[in-house]
């Protein structure tokens, strides 16, 4: 298996809902992340989990909160969210977290919060 | 701090005809840069990358980069596009400034229209 899954596809919550995101992957990468996509802009960095803990926290807000309960297994969780959080959520895996090394992206769940 | 600049948001070309997309990077020391695309609704797709094993980098789809050093470019090109080649591209570098995580930073995108 060569590919990184997301699900769901779609979201559509409401601000006092809580949800959450799933990635999965079993390529055997060491490394998960958490990108946030706002349309018509590049990727932007939010968790980079490294042999299952987090290694990086792009001052995100507690809002979301990630979870990666194995090495193929990468969840955000999603409570409270405002509108301005809508966007599309990436996942991503590398097999390992360094320098030069690729991710490898999934298709990305588009969240709508109303 | 590594950064990247791409050079034009937006790039029509004919089918058939000489795609050049455009990346500027800075770094105070030999950088990672990498090339993806992303069709409409998905997720990234790695085109290429360049980690300094060659400076001529070919990738998927009949596309190929070169890193020259002394214009800080990294400029993506393929010899005849095709009307599936229609897509955002972005252009990263692998951060080196904190610590060995290899966090991508991204150029802000340029759309590629193809026209018949």
């Known amino acids: 298996d060569t590919e990184v899954t997301q699900t769901p596809k779609h979201l559509v919550m409401g601000m006092t809902n809580k949800k959450s995101l799933k990635c999965e992957q079993h390529m055997g990468h060491r490394a998960m992340y958490w990108y946030k996509q706002k349309a018509k802009k590049p990727p932007e960095l939010m968790f980079v989990?490294?042999?299952?803990?987090?290694?990086i926290n792009e001052s995100v807000p507690s809002r979301f909160s990630p979870e990666c309960p194995n090495s193929s297994l990468l969840n955000l969780h999603l409570h409270a969210l405002q509108p301005e959080d809508s966007a599309l959520y990436l996942c991503?895996?590398?097999?390992?977290?360094?320098?030069?090394?690729?991710?490898?992206f999934g298709p990305g769940t588009r969240l709508t919060v109303t | 701090a590594q950064s990247v600049t791409q050079l034009g948001s937006h790039v029509s070309v004919s089918e058939g005809a000489l795609v050049l997309l455009r990346c500027n990077y800075s770094?105070?020391?030999?950088?990672?840069l990498f090339w993806y695309v992303q069709y409409p609704n998905q997720g990234l797709q790695l085109l290429l990358k360049y980690t300094s094993a060659a400076t001529l980098v070919k990738g998927i789809n009949g596309f190929e980069a070169e890193f020259k050093k002394s214009e800080t470019s990294f400029h993506l090109t393929k010899p005849s596009a095709h009307m599936s080649d229609a897509a955002e591209y972005f252009c990263a570098v692998s951060d080196r400034g904190s610590g060995n995580t290899g966090k991508l930073i991204f150029g802000q995108g340029t759309t590629l229209q193809v026209k018949p």
């Open positions: 991503a895996s590398s097999q390992f977290s360094g320098q030069g090394v690729s991710n490898d």
């Open positions: 989990y490294s042999y299952e803990k987090l290694s």
């Open positions: 770094s105070s020391v030999p950088p990672y």
